[in-house]
Each structure stands twice: as C-alpha cells, then as structure tokens.
C-alpha cells in the first residue's frame, strides 16, 4: 500500500526559519529529532533552558562513569569490563602493560580499538602495525592479534556485533572529506612480524557467542609470509581527520561520524573554529535525539560543552530526555572568549537501547543528573546582538 508522511515543514508563534541561527531574542532552541539528526525535526524555542531541570526520579537519567577508576591492569581481555552493550554493540575498557603471550580472536563481530593513552605494537594475522593514543584500530572479526605495550596502554574496545565497520557516506563532500582512504594504514609483513615467528607452543582465546575456546599450536600461528586482499585491519590516528565545520551554522553531530557499525555509528569530535556568524549558536543546541542512546568518551583537551568532565570519563544520555551544554560551557559561549573548540572525544549513539555492564554501577558519578544545575536564578543569557526572527 501506498504510504504518506506524516512531516512536513510548519511554522508556529515565535521561531527562526533556519535552524540554530538567528534565535528569538531570549530564547533557548531545543531540536526535537528523530533517526540521529537524519530524520524528521522540529526546532522549539523556549524561555528557558530546557535542562533546567530540579530533580530525578526513576531508571531514566543521564549517567556519567570515571573509567579512571577501573584500575585493573594486565587481566586477560576477554575479562575486561564491560560498561555499556546491547544485541548490535558491546563497550568495554582494556589496560594493558605487559607483552601478551597468547592471542585472542572475536568470531562475534569486528572490533574498534580507540587507544585512550600508551603505545607499543599490535601483531595480528595481516602482519605488524604500531599504534599511538589517539588511534582507532579496526580489526576484522575473526582476526588474531595480541599487542607488546611500550607505555601503559588504555583502550576501549567498541564490538560491532554480528556486523562490520564501514566508512559514513560523504555525499556532497566526496569521499577524500574527512579524511582519504589513502589515510588508512594496514598491517606490514615486515622485520618485526618476521621476528615474531617462532616454534613455540602458542594459545589463541576465541570469543564466540559471548563464550571462549582455545586453540592450541605448536609454533606461532602468525606466520604469514604476505597476502593480497580488500579484506585487513585498518589504523588511522584522530590527528589525521579533518572535521567539516561552518563558520555560520553549527553541524550536527552526525557530520563528526567516523565508523559505521550494525545499528550505531561511531563519531569523533576534534578541535575546530567555533562559528563566527553572530547569529549562529556556538556550542551544541540543546537536543532530544528521540531515536537514539548517545555515549561520549573524553579522550584529551577541555571539553567545551561540558562542565567537570575530565578525560578518560564517559557520559550516556539515553533516548527519552533533553540535554545540551552544561551552563558554564552555554555562558562562555555567550561571552565568547574562545576562538575554537579544544576536544578530541569519542561519540557511540545506537539505535537501540543500552544496558550498564556490571563495571559501571561501580564507576558512576550519581549526581550527574544534577550537574545541570544553574542555582538559585533560572539561568538567563546576557545582552548580547540576537537578530530576532520575523
Ligand atoms: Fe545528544
């Protein structure tokens, strides 16, 4: 049967006719969105902010963890905590010291490795790659691979589920934007892969429908002498993307996305100009992303939209509520003391819902809900030039 949609574009009482430009004088925008700012909209102007907010009750509520605070080092990965998950992705944070002498191999779906601080080498089947903070590493399902740490290392381990990572569409930016293919580095058959091989009784752990076995070798199974393929682990580092900005319109978050999983999309959010159009708004517009459980990682700088976050912190704010920037972050965007954003963070917003693993109850910081709060005054904006709508 022929269907219609029920949106289309209408206009009521006091609003701007583009979106997060040229707001109402006094006035704080909410988007109200569906399918993580891909689908239907609608931009509400309102009197106060829409996170002013005096008190929660109930499951629903924006949650923050310290991932500083999960101090096991050297435990095998597979026990590594898991923090957030659903059916399509599953969220754990890994430290690592030590050389591992065994490896491991997920037949459940790909992994995203994101190296939140250290450094060292990750051998695998395809050969040998370094990796640094700030890289994303993606390893196909099924893969094996262990790493030698240099420094202590510290990462999150993003599972895509029964799924593959795959790059965003860039459409009318082409698909050098953001960054080029070429970009991508993959796995050497080189010296140190080489030097690697041996005839020594080796493990591997595979993780398949959540519940591991191993395969025992006499000799190291990564012993490739080369391979040819469209099929490999790819490593870029965040210095390495270049975010779409414009100088006049504040972009969703969807224009930051870097990875494509089953159900959810990885983003990451770097340093980059604020907006210089007076009548464009600086920081995130205040948003329920009606679709979608959003989770941030802060991996290094000052995170401009958010009071009291330090790295190594991750917030969730599931589907079902508004939020937006914290007030100290909304008042410097009003008096506009800085010329650019100075974030390196990492978004994971799924369309499905989240669960908390059992390490994160133990992290959590339960007043986040709170952390909104303004005090005693409604929380106003200063005098500043709005040019008011029509
Ligand atoms: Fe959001």
Redesign the pocket.
């Known amino acids: 049967m022929a269907t219609r949609d029920l949106s289309f574009p209408r206009i009521e009482g006091q609003a701007s006719r583009q979106a997060h430009c040229d707001l109402p004088e006094g006035t704080f925008e909410r988007e109200l969105g569906r399918e993580g700012f891909f689908g239907p909209a609608t931009q509400m102007y309102h009197s106060h902010p829409p996170t002013g907010w005096l008190d929660w009750s109930g499951p629903l509520r924006p949650r923050c963890f310290d991932l500083n605070k999960l101090g096991d080092t050297d435990i095998f990965f597979w026990d590594a905590p898991l923090i957030l998950h659903n059916a399509s992705v599953r969220v754990r944070q890994w430290r690592c010291n030590t050389n591992m002498d065994h490896l491991v191999r997920n037949a459940d779906g790909d992994d995203l490795l994101f190296i939140h601080q250290g450094g060292g080498e990750v051998y695998c089947d395809y050969g040998h790659m370094d990796y640094a903070a700030g890289d994303y590493i993606v390893l196909p399902r099924s893969t094996m691979w262990r790493i030698e740490p240099a420094t202590p290392t510290t990462l999150l381990a993003i599972e895509c589920t029964s799924g593959a990572y795959r790059l965003p569409e860039r459409g009318l930016v082409g698909h050098q934007a953001q960054f080029d293919r070429a970009i991508l580095d993959t796995p050497k058959i080189d010296a140190a892969f080489r030097a690697q091989q041996d005839e020594n009784e080796w493990r591997v752990h595979i993780k398949r429908r959540n519940q591991l076995s191993s395969v025992h070798y006499p000799f190291n199974p990564l012993d490739a002498v080369g391979w040819q393929g469209e099929l490999s682990p790819v490593r870029i580092n965040v210095k390495d993307i270049r975010p779409l900005t414009s100088h006049r319109y504040h972009l969703p978050p969807s224009a930051h996305t870097t990875w494509v999983g089953n159900r959810f999309v990885v983003c990451t959010f770097l340093p980059r100009p604020f907006e210089s159009d007076p009548g464009a708004l600086k920081v995130p517009y205040f948003?329920n992303?009606d679709d979608y459980d959003?989770v941030l990682f802060y991996h290094a700088g000052d995170f401009f939209s958010r009071d009291n976050i330090d790295a190594g912190m991750m917030t969730w704010?599931p589907c079902g509520f508004t939020?937006g920037p914290h007030p100290k972050a909304l008042q410097h965007m009003f008096e506009q003391k800085k010329p650019m954003t100075d974030e390196v963070a990492v978004m994971l917003d799924t369309r499905d819902p989240l669960d908390m693993g059992e390490a994160a109850a133990e992290i959590e910081w339960p007043a986040y809900a709170q952390s909104w709060r303004t005090g005693e005054e409604p929380m106003r904006p200063p005098e500043i030039p709005h040019k008011a709508a029509e």
Request: aromatic share 0%; glycine share 0%; hydrophobic share 0%.
């Open positions: 948003h992303n959003e704010h939020h």
